[in-house]
């Protein structure tokens, strides 16, 4: 079906089909063909086909999509749960503890929330092709996600060509999605892979005394973000990384990547994700004895990755924006909930759970502040997400001018609590921006997050 444009062009004149004007506003037939044409052409008129203003009763249809597939299918589940806690903020009830399980009775500004689910295998074009199936065929007026980092890039790409839709990020946290040309109707309330970095580098260098380091990652965006970000600041505090090893996402047999690991180094930074986290760390304790520490990165050792790893991950630091052990009274409040709603999940949410969580809430108070108004493109909606300060569980969130977050990040360090292994917090920085603090300019002057990124 035809939507309303962006932005009129001049001198063309938006249309609506019939259709679209009944699915959209919920009109019926009161005889004459003519009376509906006039009442579609004053909706036309006065700007309608994108919801209703002032809170009227005709739904929100939001879409959720997240992986149930592939590598990273445990996170998914994780990301569905965090998303539907946020509407039970909202007058919701749990339909069932099953990912593409319901959740009904949420209203916003008297409006009641429709919510839609599809399902990736963190790979962009299956992401793609699901969120165009929320779009073009369920027709959802806000869609959150997606879960990894080239699914954001291409989600960012599609979102420029659905000004009607307005796009809230899951946990996907490539740098570009946001920082380079950036759609204006995608928010990212969650940080991005190289600010989930901030504060590790120095860390390792001052702390424990590590001073050359090889890095192991996953070859595809938000691995380099993460890579990228440890180097720098790394080797800006003096440390030196003397070898970068990329590997295929789903890799099952990691034994000549193992034997390119160099032998003078400090510590290996690892960068993985899921089942390869686990496929990589038993291999590679197998085959070398696992005397070289490791140093992991935000989605190396979540929860159910410390569980299948045992004792062997005690000391292994990391950093992130949300871990297990966090002891402010807005995450005590969260991980109750979240362990009340979903018993049969993780002893503690996860940064999944946490990321869509977030980006829901965000989507559901931008909402409220809105008086539920989703006329035009989503001019007032937009401008309440661009100036929303959300209060989340890790503290104070707010959006730079590329509505990406600025936001808290934690360095952790593997630890035994009453026989549960948790990420202990040993630091927090504050306010973190998407330049680590180094200005737009002279971040954008380094060389990209790729493969081949350089210290300075």
Request: charged residues 25%.
């Amino acid at each position: 079906m035809q939507k309303v444009s962006w932005e009129r062009e001049p001198g063309k004149e938006e249309t609506l089909t019939q259709s679209e004007t009944h699915r959209r506003h919920g009109w019926v037939r009161t005889g004459a063909i003519l009376a509906l044409a006039a009442v579609a052409a004053f909706a036309v008129a006065c700007g309608g086909g994108g919801g209703q203003e002032g809170g009227g009763e005709e739904p929100v249809k939001i879409g959720l999509l997240a992986t149930l597939d592939g590598p990273f299918a445990a996170f998914g589940e994780e990301a569905y749960r965090g998303a539907k806690l946020a509407l039970l903020e909202h007058g919701g009830k749990l339909e069932g503890t099953a990912p593409r399980d319901g959740v009904s009775g949420a209203e916003v500004a008297g409006r009641p929330i429709e919510l839609s689910y599809e399902s990736s295998d963190g790979t962009p074009d299956v992401a793609l092709e699901a969120m165009r199936r929320l779009v073009e065929q369920e027709g959802v007026d806000i869609a959150v996600g997606p879960l990894s980092g080239d699914e954001g890039l291409a989600i960012k790409d599609y979102a420029k060509t659905q000004p009607d839709v307005t796009f809230l990020n899951g946990t996907s946290a490539a740098v570009q999605t946001t920082l380079e040309d950036p759609a204006p109707n995608f928010f990212r309330f969650t940080t991005d892979g190289a600010q989930w970095m901030a504060g590790l580098g120095p860390y390792v260098y001052e702390e424990l005394g590590y001073r050359r380091v090889a890095t192991l990652a996953e070859d595809y965006s938000y691995p380099y973000s993460q890579v990228g970000a440890f180097q720098l600041q790394f080797c800006d505090a003096g440390g030196e990384v003397t070898e970068k090893i990329w590997v295929p996402l789903g890799t099952k047999d990691y034994a000549s990547f193992i034997q390119q690991i160099p032998e003078d180094i400090d510590a290996l930074y690892v960068a993985l994700g899921g089942s390869d986290t686990v496929n990589f760390v038993k291999q590679y304790d197998e085959f070398t004895g696992g005397e070289v520490p490791i140093i992991a990165g935000s989605s190396t050792i979540d929860q159910s990755t410390l569980q299948q790893l045992g004792d062997r991950m005690v000391g292994v630091p990391s950093a992130a924006p949300v871990g297990g052990a966090l002891d402010t009274e807005g995450w005590k409040e969260f991980a109750d909930a979240y362990t009340e709603n979903f018993p049969d999940a993780l002893p503690a949410p996860s940064l999944f759970a946490w990321g869509y969580y977030v980006n829901m809430k965000a989507a559901l108070q931008g909402l409220a502040e809105a008086e539920g108004d989703l006329s035009g493109s989503h001019e007032t909606y937009n401008e309440a997400l661009s100036n929303l300060t959300l209060e989340s569980p890790t503290g104070p969130i707010k959006l730079d001018e590329n509505r990406q977050a600025i936001a808290p990040n934690y360095v952790f360090e593997v630890a035994k609590r009453d026989g549960t292994l948790v990420n202990e917090p040993v630091k927090k920085i504050d306010e973190v921006d998407q330049t680590l603090g180094l200005g737009v300019e002279e971040y954008r002057s380094l060389a990209p997050y790729e493969r081949d990124f350089t210290c300075r």
